[in-house]
Every structure is written in structure tokens, then in C-alpha cells.
């Protein structure tokens, strides 16, 4: 499978010109790329390299610190994600990564921290990673136990994260941990962790089922300068969830990359499998299946490119606007990543035997798509972010 198929998802009015050169160009180049993907973090290098050789990074940062455009554009991350989803889970992974590790140094970094690392990450010569989660504290991020003590020019780090992806290959952590306990989410600051500091061990890697580069960090006595804070002092609840929302609109469009190949595995075996003296595409029970499979898809589009047009035309810094945009998020991930789940299971039932075996296409998609529905937000965390806001919305005047 080449590319992304002919689909008019690009001329939709969510997009401009610039949008649509951007998908099409994308998809040209990355049907070209051969990459071993059997060691997933030295594939996880490897795509960082070539992405930021072709300039594709260049989108996770802003012009200033050598970006492609003024600001962080959801939209263009939104077709970046979804076209490096169809092709490549991993390539979609690795691009992802690098706009996540760096999303709180865009938003909040001094303007030394965005010199030091942004144009690093954008020329995919740094790696980036996100430290976030804990063993108890994964969607109740409030909840994390990991302690930084400031004193005077230098901050000590001790506790651990989990489940952090580039864990193990990234060159810095954006970390974030409790500066004042008794606080619940108003005590909790980030800081950013280069990957060699004495007293962060990295070393523990996590296996999943679909294998990419993920690891527990150990922090003991890790100190870091003080001018390592990212953000203000016991803002960085404010910042994780600043940044998540930048990205969840773009998780949903991964989702979508992968049922759209999903879709596009299926087609293609329906119109060649021969079956009872017909084509399988001949039953109408496989047309109503493909019917369903492409209005899940475009369902969760919607929403998707929705979400990404409302942070880049209406904005993310007006309250009212920042909590559309937030609900409108949530409801992208939500959708968009439950949808591609159906959309591949149908896919992999239209494939019979052929669609378990080991190696094929859309078994490795099966398992690519699951984690999708947990990370930056379970299905169940959006479902509460929706409803608090629904809530906040029609609740009466007083
Ligand atoms: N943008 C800016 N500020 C936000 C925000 C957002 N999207 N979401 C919440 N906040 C603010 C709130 O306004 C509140 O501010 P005040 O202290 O000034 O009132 C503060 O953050 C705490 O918000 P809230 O009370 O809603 O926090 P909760 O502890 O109830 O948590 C959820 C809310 C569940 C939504 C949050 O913990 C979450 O998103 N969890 C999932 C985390 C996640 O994605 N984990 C995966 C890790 S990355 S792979």
C-alpha cells in the first residue's frame, strides 16, 4: 500500500492551501522510506533522523526556533499524524514524540530553554520525551508522588514515572513532578531532565504488544540547576494539561491513519478474494461492512479536523474558546480512536485467517491501534472532560 488513498479529506473548508500541499507532498515522501522496523528503537532513531532531514519536525516547533510556521499548527499536525499513521504506526510514534517532549517548552520554556532544545528537536538530532505518569497516578495525573526539593540554585529529584515513551532513547525528559505536596494539582512544577544527569536512570524498558521505545525512569537525588524549571513554580498541572490538549486532537488523527489503512487492506481484499464463484466486495453484507467502516472513519474526521481548526481559527488562549476547544479535543480522541478500533477489528474479520497471521498488515494494526484508546487520556478521562464541560455549559445562570 503506496500511500494515502484518494480521499477529498483534504479539500474540506478545515484546510488551506498550505494544509493541502502539506498532506500531499507528505504522502509522496513518506511511500518512498524503507525503514527495519523489527528493533523498534533503532527504527524509532531512524525515523526521527529521516523526518528531520526531510524537514517534517520542523512542524512540531515554531518558526522562531526553526519551525516551518509561525505557531504550533494542530491542523498540520493533524495531517502529519494521520499520513504517517497510514503508512508507518512507528514513524507516526516517533514524529508524535518529538512534538510532545517539546510541547511545554513552546508553551512555557525561557527563551535559553526554547534556544537549547527546540531547534535540536526540529532538526531530529535530540530526542524528546514527556515524564508524566506514575504506577498510581496515570488519569489522575494530580495523584503523582514524585517529589522535586528546591534549594537555592539547584533542585533534587526523587520518585519515578512510568509508561514514558522515548523512555531509554530520549536526550531529555520534560518532567514533572510535586513541589508542594499539600497542594493536590496547585503543587506540581516541570522541569526539563537531560537524559545523562546523574540520579536519572532510564535503563528499564517496558515490553507492549505493539512494540515502540517505552521505559520507567528512576530518579535518586537527581539535581538539576534551578534554571531547569520549565514554566512557573507549581504550574505544571496547567502546563501537562495545556500541552495534552495540543495533542490529543492529533492522537485522534493517528487513529485515523491507521482505519484508513485498515480500510484500504480491506477494499483491496475484498476485490480480489474469489468466494462461492464471486468476489467477496460481491456480498452485499461486505458492502454494508465497508459502508459502516468508511462512516466510522469520516465521523471521527470530523471531529478530529473540528478540534484542530477550533484551537488554530478561534484559539486556545481565551477561556470560553480554550474550553470548547478542550471539550472539541476530548471528543476527537475519543471518537476518532474507538471508531479506528471497530474499523480494524471489521477489517480483520473481512480478512479471515489471513487477518491474525503474524506479519500481515493488519494484525500488526490490531495491536497498534489498542493502546491509542489509553494513552494521553483513556477513553474514560475524555468521557469526563466532555462532561464536566457539557455540564459547566448548560448549568442555569444565577
Ligand atoms: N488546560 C488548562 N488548565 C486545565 C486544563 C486544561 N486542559 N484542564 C484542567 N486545568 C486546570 C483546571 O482549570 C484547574 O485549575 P484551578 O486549580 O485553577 O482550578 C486545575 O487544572 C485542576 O483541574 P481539575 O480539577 O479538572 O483536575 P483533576 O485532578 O480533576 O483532573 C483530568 C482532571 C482527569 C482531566 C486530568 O487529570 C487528566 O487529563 N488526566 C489524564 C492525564 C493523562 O492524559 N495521562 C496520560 C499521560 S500522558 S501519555
Known amino acids: 500500500m503506496s500511500a494515502v488513498p484518494a480521499t477529498n479529506h483534504l479539500d474540506l473548508p478545515f484546510f488551506n492551501a498550505g494544509h493541502q500541499t502539506l498532506g500531499r507532498e507528505l504522502a509522496d515522501w513518506v511511500a518512498q522510506q524503507q525503514v527495519d522496523e523489527r528493533d523498534d528503537r533503532a527504527a524509532c532513531r531512524e525515523w526521527v533522523r529521516l523526518l528531520g532531514v526531510a524537514g517534517w519536525l520542523r512542524y512540531c516547533v515554531p518558526a522562531e526556533f526553526g519551525g516551518a510556521l509561525p505557531q504550533l499548527d494542530s491542523r498540520a499536525l493533524v495531517i502529519l499524524r494521520e499520513t504517517l499513521a497510514f503508512h508507518s504506526p512507528l514513524a507516526d510514534f516517533a514524529f508524535a514524540m518529538q512534538g510532545l517532549g517539546s510541547g511545554a517548552i513552546t508553551l512555557a520554556g525561557t527563551p535559553a530553554q526554547k534556544q537549547r532544545y527546540l531547534g535540536a528537536v526540529a532538526q531530529g538530532k535530540m530526542l524528546a520525551a514527556f515524564a508524566l505518569s506514575e504506577t498510581d497516578a496515570g488519569s489522575d495525573a494530580g495523584a503523582m508522588a514524585t517529589r522535586a526539593i528546591c ?62 521505545p517505552l521505559a520507567t525512569l ?33 492522537v485522534a488523527a493517528a487513529a485515523l491513519g491507521m482505519a484508513r489503512r485498515a480500510l484500504a487492506e480491506a477494499l483491496s481484499y475484498a476485490q480480489a478474494r474469489p468466494m462461492f464463484g464471486q468476489r467477496l466486495a460481491d456480498f452485499q453484507l461486505t458492502q454494508a461492512r465497508l459502508g459502516e467502516m468508511a462512516a466510522l472513519i469520516d465521523a471521527g474526521a470530523m471531529l478530529t479536523y473540528r478540534a484542530a481548526w477550533l484551537r488554530d481559527c478561534v484559539g486556545a488562549d481565551v477561556p470560553a474558546a480554550a474550553q470548547a476547544y478542550t471539550a472539541a479535543a476530548a471528543m476527537a480522541k475519543m471518537c476518532a480512536t474507538e471508531n479506528a478500533q471497530r474499523v480494524i477489528d471489521m477489517a480483520l474479520q473481512m480478512h479471515g485467517g489471513m487477518g491474525v497471521k503474524v506479519g500481515s498488515k493488519i494484525e500488526s494494526l490490531y495491536r497498534d491501534i489498542r493502546a491509542l484508546r489509553i494513552y494521553e487520556g483513556a477513553t474514560e478521562v475524555q468521557q469526563l472532560i466532555i462532561g464536566k464541560s457539557v455540564l459547566k455549559s448548560f448549568s442555569p445562570k444565577a
Not at 224 to 232: D, N, T
Open 218 to 250: 528512576k530518579f535518586a537525588q537527581c539535581t538539576i540547576p534551578a534554571s531547569a524549571q520549565l514554566g512557573e513554580l507549581n504550574g505544571g498541572f496547567k502546563l501537562a494539561m495545556r500541552t495534552l490538549d495540543i495533542f490529543r486532537a492529533s
Open 151 to 212: 534549594s537555592g540554585a539547584e533542585v533534587t529529584i526523587d520518585g519515578s514515572k512510568t509508561w514514558i515513551s522515548n523512555g531509554g532513547i530520549a536526550d531529555y525528559y520534560c518532567v514533572f513532578a510535586k513541589t508542594d505536596p499539600q497542594a493536590g494539582t496547585r503543587g506540581i512544577t516541570a522541569y526539563i531532565v537531560d537524559a545523562d544527569t546523574p540520579g536519572l536512570d532510564d535503563s528499564e524498558h517496558i515490553e507492549v504488544m505493539a512494540p515502540h
